[in-house]
């Protein structure tokens, strides 16, 4: 069993910071990858954020140069420190993982239950 949980979300001002904490734990053999997803209201779930097991990072355009996403392989624990923050970042954050559980043979994809940023005008 591979659970992911997440902490950091909550209530900010345009122009504020958060950061997100994800930690993937249970029966892991391997992770692949580790990022976050986002789905403002009444939208679909985009990628923000992604970063593999070497520290390669893709982030989406829109959040470019105010994001940072981070990694720390020893706890199994991904990070989005979100500065600069504007309201249209406001939406539930996922933490996803690509990952191998123990006694599979494949990897396969993992979501944490998704934690609210809202950033206020």
């Known amino acids: 069993q591979v659970q992911l949980v997440e902490s950091g979300g909550g209530l900010v001002q345009a122009g504020g910071s958060l950061r997100l904490s994800c930690a993937a734990s249970?029966?892991?053999?391997?992770?692949?990858?580790m990022g976050w997803y986002r789905q403002p209201p009444g939208k679909q779930r985009e990628l923000v954020a992604v970063?593999?097991?070497?520290?390669?990072?893709n982030y989406a355009d829109s959040v470019k140069g105010r994001f940072t996403i981070s990694r720390d392989n020893a706890k199994n624990t991904v990070y989005l420190q979100m500065n600069s923050l504007k309201p249209e970042d406001t939406a539930v954050y996922y933490c996803?993982?690509?990952?191998?559980?123990?006694?599979?043979?494949?990897?396969?994809?993992?979501w944490g239950q998704g934690t609210q940023v809202t950033v206020s005008s």
């Open positions: 996803h993982s690509r990952l191998k559980s123990r006694g599979h043979w494949f990897s396969r994809d993992y």
């Open positions: 249970g029966s892991i053999f391997s992770i692949d990858a």
């Open positions: 970063i593999t097991t070497e520290s390669s990072t």
